[in-house]
Nanobody, 124 residues
């Protein structure tokens, strides 16, 4: 069982930056592929980024590639999402998730644990 708690959301102007954090409980954090998803009002939840268990291997949605960076610190049981050059269309609730699947995981159906989400609002 893994419990995930996101933090770091807030209100930022377009072009600004935010760093989201997701702290995981338990001592098996390094066994999970971690991902970030987001859900805007009236829209489906969508994939943002994923990080492999080790090795710094990552994958991004095209909409955030070059602007967002996912990273993880297995010693701290934490995954981060550094967001730069934010746009109003990035406004959403951001969720972190943990998957027991191998490799990089983009499908939300393959994630086993979810955080409660943190709101990110980008004003124009």
């Amino acid at each position: 069982q893994v419990q995930l708690v996101e933090s770091g959301g807030g209100l930022v102007q377009a072009g600004g930056s935010l760093r989201l954090s997701c702290a995981a409980s338990g001592r098996t954090f390094s066994r999970y592929v971690m991902g970030w998803f987001r859900q805007a009002p009236g829209k489906d939840r969508e994939f943002v980024a994923t990080a492999a268990r080790i090795g710094g291997i990552t994958f991004y949605a095209d909409s955030v590639k070059g602007r967002f960076t996912i990273s993880r610190d297995n010693a701290k049981n934490t995954v981060y999402l550094q967001m730069t050059s934010l746009k109003p269309e990035d406004t959403a609730v951001y969720y972190c998730a943990a998957s027991q699947q191998p490799g990089l995981v983009r499908d939300m159906r393959d994630y086993d644990y979810w955080g409660q989400g943190t709101q990110v609002t980008v004003s124009s």
